[in-house]
């Protein structure tokens, strides 16, 4: 079975800061993590983010951490 290159995660954090029309640079800046998560994290790169860091990302893009694992 091929495994899809991007998680979920990766796609739904992508989709909300889309519908929010911001960058993210300014994503990172709104959840207080790296510039450099927010692309690892949508790039595929991190597959498993830190629950503390899947909190901030979902709260930054107003949403539940459940929107985006799911």
Avoid: C, F, H
Avoid at 36 to 64: D, Q, R
Wanted: proline letters at 1%; zero cysteines; a positive charge.
């Amino acid at each position: 079975m091929k495994s899809n290159n991007k998680s979920k995660i990766a796609k739904n954090i992508k989709k909300y800061r889309n519908k929010m029309v911001i960058s993210q640079d300014w994503l990172s800046k709104l959840a207080d993590v790296t510039y450099n998560t927010i692309i690892k994290i949508e790039s595929g790169g991190n597959k498993n983010p830190t629950i503390e860091t899947l909190s901030k990302i979902a709260k930054a893009l107003g949403v539940t951490v459940d929107d985006l694992i799911k």
